[in-house]
């Protein structure tokens, strides 16, 4: 078995992520006392083997899927699989079913958390090209417990805003270009190693990502960490929390589910969205049984029903449009903001 690493290096990226990372990866020093952790949100079903595929052409170092209670080894990549969180613990690789963070699973905050819990000082966390903010709450994570934060340059990034969000809401170690991060981890994996001061992470940030590791929490898990919220869960319907001391306004249920501010906005709108489609459905379906009902009665020679069911038919083709309408700007709305 390869040696334990001393550092690890955690990764994430999303929209724009997928060339981000094959041209870092190509960069990355071979020697270095370090494995790496990555997610990528694009990581779908089976896209996650061509992710492995495409990054070991670029690099010798051995690259592959996570699995689950895999020791982590000096020199290895591991990719999160598909709808599966990815965290480190004990020097293992630990997967999860918990719920989605930030609408997705694997999620970047939750690997970073793990990584600022069993690392500190020695996790170094870099944000690539993506939308929204994912990624923020995890590296503020890592800052706190000691680690190491490197964002690429926004002005690089084919999607700048989580790169954009993690400088506008902390102090960042290094804002890069991709084809020197590896110089800057040359650096940071061989300073002070024989002169640290242990350091354990934030009590908050080791509670989250024992959440994480669970597939359902319970409310007083989330009152140690959280304040009630007025906003109810768009996933499962329960009560949202308001995470305390986090550098960037994050919402979480005792279910598991958690969003940042403008996660949480893109995914009332998918809600609504959902809810309102199944409304469409009733109400044609409605609209076709008034129809029906208009047309048997004035077959039997019942006017007046036959006229009062009519009415009520373009009633609701009237409601029917409307909706189409709210159905079309929800849609134009999430298409700017999604991922």
Known sequence: MAAQPRFIVVIGASAGGLNALAELVQTLPVGLDAAYCIVLHLSRKGIGEFVVHRLNKVTSMKCRIAVSGDDIEVANIYVAPPNQHLLVKDGKILLGAGPQENRFRPSIDVLFRSAAVAYTSHAIGIILSGMLDDGTSGMWAIKRSGGACIVQDPNQAEYPDMPLSVINNMDVDFVSELGLIGGLLTELTSFGQDSEVPV??????????????????????????????????????????????????????????????????????ETASATLWVALRMMEERKHLLRKLEVDYAQKGYTSLSMDHLERKEEMQQHIDTLKIILADLQRHETSTSY
């Open 200 to 269: 354990q992470a934030p009590q908050e940030v080791i509670l989250e990502s024992q959440i994480a590791e669970k597939t359902a929490v319970g409310i007083d898990a989330v009152e140690q960490i959280a304040d009630k919220s007025v906003f109810a869960c768009p996933d499962c319907g329960g009560n949202l929390w308001a995470v305390k001391g986090d550098v960037i306004n994050r919402y979480r249920c005792h279910i598991g589910h958690a969003y940042t501010e403008q996660d949480l906005v893109v995914k009332q709108a």
